[in-house]
């Protein structure tokens, strides 16, 4: 059957869009994986949704106390037992070939920690047209400047996320953190070039804000270890390219198959 993937999904408060994200964990061509949903402390109907589906790929884990988002990824990579982890939030969707084309791509590639390209979707789920890339070969001079690997695209080799766990600090990009950790050591993120991933924008996210977003790219920065004065000038230039991509991704709504 493959390689096992353990899939990594931190729910919180999610009834609204949580269904959609596990049937398209449990829809993959890819069938050897295993599904951890890592219940926050969920007040709404998100832990009966999750215990809905009679299916055996599913863990599902609740949180004694609200713990974040980052420490519950922690908690299920913990939990584990694939050889790869892939996360998926509770709002996203993936492509049913995203795992086995990913699984294949990372063979050819000799990865140990792989990416794929993003599409996006409103809060409503109508896509928009424009789609981030993946570059090939990301080294970590190129994720410096700007943040090309969404997490729920992300498929990393167990035993390299467990020594980088994400950072539980508040107000910070705690994924990117982890992935300038983990380019620093292996040198290249191989990037497969198809959107598998469809990414939910909202405007309740975190990085909506763009005070708050820059707040939180100058924490990344100064959690990888860059003084004040570099993680300020890294934060611009990352803050230029994330207003490009917003604009790209506005400019191309695609809504209701107009």
């Not at 584990?80 to 990913?102: C, H, M, P, V």
Request: glycine share 4%; charged share 25%.
């Amino acid at each position: 059957m493959g390689e096992l993937v353990s899939v990594i999904m931190p729910a919180y408060n999610a009834q609204e869009t949580i269904t959609e994200s596990i049937q398209s964990v449990l829809s993959q061509s890819c069938g050897n994986c295993e599904l951890i949903i890592i219940d926050d402390c969920s007040t709404d109907k998100t832990a009966a949704i999750i215990k809905s589906f009679a299916d055996n790929r599913i863990r599902y884990v609740l949180n004694e106390k609200n713990l974040g988002v980052a420490a519950s990824r922690n908690r299920a990579v913990e939990l584990a037992q694939g050889e790869w982890i892939a996360f998926l939030d509770a709002d996203d969707i993936w492509d049913l070939n995203k795992l086995s084309r990913q699984l294949e791509f990372a063979n050819e590639t000799d990865a140990k920690i792989t990416y794929t390209a993003s599409a996006f979707m409103d809060a409503d789920g109508n896509r928009f047209d424009w789609v981030m890339p993946a570059i090939y070969a990301l080294n970590y001079k190129e994720l410096l400047k700007r943040n090309l690997m969404s997490c729920s695209s992300v498929m990393v080799r167990r035993e390299l996320i467990k020594r980088y766990p994400f950072p539980n600090r508040p107000v910070t990009h705690e994924d990117y953190v982890v992935w300038l950790r983990i380019l620093r050591e292996v040198g290249t993120a191989y990037g497969l070039d198809e959107p598998l991933l469809i990414y939910r924008m909202s405007g309740q996210s975190k990085s909506a804000n763009r005070v708050k977003s820059a707040r939180m790219s100058l924490n990344a920065y100064r959690e990888v270890e860059y003084n004040p004065i570099i993680a300020a000038l890294l934060t611009v230039r990352y803050a230029k390219h994330s207003v490009s991509k917003r604009r790209k991704i506005k400019n191309g709504m695609k809504k209701g198959g107009d």
